[in-house]
């Protein structure tokens, strides 16, 4: 039955990309990397106030500004959102017999019809910048919205807040959208070939070079006493 199916979510589709490995033995063996200091907590706050932000101008049939300028509207069917808010856009690999899903923060449109992903990001960097690893978490949602038999822009948005503090120890926020355009979806159907094999190996995979949580694995292995 459907319900028990495995399932792999986007985020242990990043770490496969990110390191072979660390997916093997966190999916496979539930051996988690160490966990360091978390640097999530402002996003987990600003997440549901931004997504009550939305729905608020969903339920008014109305469109942010911020949005409308950039000919973007809001996915208007919220029930369906609110699944993919929280069961995940899911799709059913009829080969691997697993659900692979992603919990998306919200969905545009444009020209009426085509679908549009975006993610919040909350930083007190001056900075912003846009990581790798951003693009391919908006090309994951893409492509589990295309296995949905849905129209899929190669766009997709970042929904940044910026907070500082003035000398008046007042907080400033700052919003702004940044396009990542060129989005592959297609990519990953052979992205997740790779993956289902290496689940379902029993020999341990090749880890990324640049893994530094391997080598440190790799470097207790070789300690003398």
């Not at 990110?18 to 966990?35: V, Y």
């Not at 950039?70 to 899911?90: A, D, T, V, Y």
């Not at 893409?142 to 500082?164: A, H, Q, R, T």
């Amino acid at each position: 039955m459907k319900n028990n199916l495995q399932k792999i979510s986007r985020s242990q589709i990043e770490l496969f990309i990110e390191c072979p490995r660390c997916f093997w033995l966190q999916a496979k063996h539930n051996i988690k990397r160490p966990e360091g200091i978390k640097g999530g907590y402002i996003g987990s706050k600003y997440d549901p106030l931004l997504k009550a932000y939305f729905d608020k101008h969903r339920k008014e049939n109305k469109t942010p500004e911020e949005l409308l300028k950039h000919n973007l509207e809001l996915f208007p069917n919220l029930n369906q959102l609110k699944s993919w808010r929280g069961s995940g856009i899911q799709f059913e690999h009829p080969e691997h017999k697993v659900i692979y899903y992603g919990k998306i923060d919200d969905i545009l449109v444009r020209e009426k019809k085509f679908l549009v992903p975006i993610d919040f990001k909350t930083t007190i960097s001056k900075e912003f910048l846009i990581r790798e690893e951003y693009k391919r978490q908006l090309e994951i949602y893409g492509y589990l919205l295309k296995k949905n038999n849905i129209e899929v822009l190669n766009i997709g948005v970042l929904y940044v807040i910026k907070i500082d503090i003035n000398e008046n120890f007042e907080k400033i926020e700052e919003r702004t959208i940044y396009f990542l355009e060129n989005l592959d979806y297609d990519k990953y159907d052979e992205i997740l070939e790779n993956l289902i094999k290496t689940y379902r190996s029993s020999n341990e995979p090749e880890y990324n070079p640049n893994c530094e949580f391997c080598q440190r694995d790799f470097q207790i292995r070789n300690l003398s006493y």
